[in-house]
């Protein structure tokens, strides 16, 4: 599994803690930038480079792409074919879980502005560690979603 990441201005910090964090672990870790720091930026440029990839083998690798709330960078995101990304801002963990167990997010965005480093880390743990549960229910609702059209 790859993982590749991706930010705006706002995640830029957090961004390179976790790349960091997952290298030190042993992952195959990709920045798809941006690689310094822009106050100006516009994280479609980013957030999309990292989802092409992701979308080219949605089943295996994985992204973690990180702005100041991670809505538009999930919006972004998520206009790829293959693409689930979900948000985490923050609070009950859980959600990360079921997001991979019931959803089979392979695209996890974060919420720099509301996230503490510590957290984040957490969070990414768990959502790495989670495995899609392959239940027939989930498989079937995936398979529709993957049948609306992407412009």
Not at 7 to 24: N, P
Not at 119 to 146: C, G, M, Y
Request: no cysteine.
């Amino acid at each position: 599994m790859k993982i590749f990441l991706a930010s705006d201005h706002a995640g830029f910090a957090l961004k390179r803690k976790i790349v960091e964090y997952l290298q030190k672990e042993g992952l195959e870790v990709i920045d798809k930038g941006p690689s310094e720091y822009v106050e100006e930026d516009d994280y479609p440029d980013f957030i999309s480079l990292a989802a092409q990839e992701i979308a080219k083998n949605p089943t295996k690798d994985r992204g973690i792409i990180i702005g100041g709330t991670g809505q538009g960078e999930a919006i972004v995101a998520n206009r790829f074919k293959g693409i689930r990304a979900t948000v985490y801002y923050g609070g009950v963990l859980d959600i990360i879980k079921i997001s991979r167990e019931h959803n089979d997010s392979n695209m996890f965005s974060i919420g720099a502005r509301f996230v503490p480093e510590n957290e984040a880390l957490k969070a990414i743990d768990l959502w790495l560690q989670t495995p899609f549960s392959n239940e027939e229910r989930h498989v079937r609702r995936i398979k529709k979603i993957d049948l609306y059209p992407v412009e």
